[in-house]
């Protein structure tokens, strides 16, 4: 018998083997008190979202399409990028009569979203829309959406599609980078995902419709392509001088308004309320309110009083992004009212850079 091994049945053995077994019974615990201590993280991140960078690109596509039906085009550019499980919806506007000359374009729109400057397009003049909104990748670290939108306008040389793509990620800033590497790893930047899934689109509207010329692709960080911009420009004629002219924005001679005049308007908004710093604290007093009071301008955005809550911006005399005595802020009830969460954005970025109070809350609150 080796000397390093117990007898079989020895006092010795027996008493390793209950050593064993507490060394299980301890690592079991340790395990358990592990999982119990994740399973209340992830519960407490879903309670309230932790998830606090969020970043949206955006890129763009435009084809041209001949020798096709706006309802044709339509039909088949929506089964070109319907997928399994995906949904995807097409709905149809007024068709112009008689059909113009030139195509229309989207609508570019400056938005906020969640607190992030952002591009978005609206299809204003479009015939037909179709949207595509594959589900979000999602834990209580890491949200990932996709969409796609397509803007149809008819044309006498046929139809124009254009075809925007988004992507808003939102991650926790701990773990940001360990989830975006590899998000990259696996799918590229955000520049290349949108370039590709934007000729994947491409290759299969082709597919449905051989005549599909591609004008130009956009997507964030990459170089433009513009394959088939000449041969566009046979279909598309340019605008006459006096289109030209007519586009060009009317620049009147300037008059000047005299000075207290141009003070008094700059100041006044929503039927002659007051917005200059010592007018918005007569307001805000006039209307029992302390023009100084962090929880009373919480407590305005929370009522979604947008009037109020400029007048507390005007009076320059609270905190946009700072908290209330229950620890919540204005910017956090403003979901649901854009304008407001847009202003409300920009004075908390302007108090972050040292410009407010200063001219930018009467530059703002002006226009």
Not at 22 to 38: E, I, N
Not at 116 to 131: F, K, L, Q, V, W
Not at 265 to 290: P, Y
Request: aromatic share 8%; hydrophobic share 40%; glycine share 6%.
């Amino acid at each position: 018998m080796p000397a390093f091994q117990l007898a079989e049945g020895s006092p010795d053995q027996k008493c390793a083997k209950c050593l064993n077994l507490f060394d299980f019974m301890v690592l079991m615990k340790r395990t358990f008190l592990l999982l119990l201590g994740s399973a209340a993280l992830i519960s407490q991140a879903q309670a309230k979202d932790i998830r606090d960078e969020l970043n949206i690109q955006t890129g763009k596509a435009v084809l041209v399409i001949s020798d096709v039906t706006p309802q044709q085009a339509a039909e088949q550019v929506k089964d070109a990028i319907t997928q399994f499980a995906i949904p995807t919806s097409l709905n149809y506007h007024p068709i112009p009569a008689p059909l113009p000359v030139r195509p229309g374009s989207p609508v570019e729109k400056q938005v906020v979203i969640q607190g992030a400057p952002a591009t978005d397009y609206s299809c204003d003049g479009s015939y037909a829309e179709i949207t595509k909104t594959p589900p979000p990748v999602q834990n209580a670290f890491y949200f990932n959406r996709e969409a796609l939108r397509s803007c149809l306008y008819a044309f006498q040389g046929g139809v124009k599609v254009e075809m925007i793509f988004h992507v808003m990620r939102k991650t926790e800033s701990l773990t940001g980078g360990l989830f975006n590497g590899i998000t990259k790893a696996i799918r590229g930047s955000d520049g290349e995902r949108i370039a590709g899934q934007l000729k994947e689109n491409i290759e299969e509207i082709k597919k449905k419709l051989p005549t599909t010329l591609v004008v130009r692709i956009e997507a964030p960080g990459l170089p433009i392509e513009e394959p088939d911009k000449d041969v566009v420009a046979k279909l598309i004629p340019p605008l006459t001088d006096a289109e030209l002219a007519a586009q060009a924005p009317q620049r009147p001679a300037p008059v000047a308004p005299a000075p207290q005049a141009q003070a008094q308007a700059a100041s006044q908004l929503d039927g002659g309320v007051d917005l200059s710093l010592l007018g918005a604290r007569k307001e805000l007093t006039a209307m029992g309110f302390k023009f100084y009071d962090q929880d009373q301008f919480v407590d305005a955005a929370r009522r979604n009083d947008f009037l109020t809550v400029r007048l507390f911006l005007a009076a320059a005399a609270i905190h946009p992004g700072a908290p209330d005595s229950k620890g919540e802020t204005a910017l956090s009830f403003a979901n649901d009212n854009a304008e407001m969460k847009f202003f409300l954005t920009t004075f908390v970025e302007a108090e972050k850079q040292g410009k407010y109070p200063g001219k930018i809350g009467e530059t703002i609150l002006s226009k």
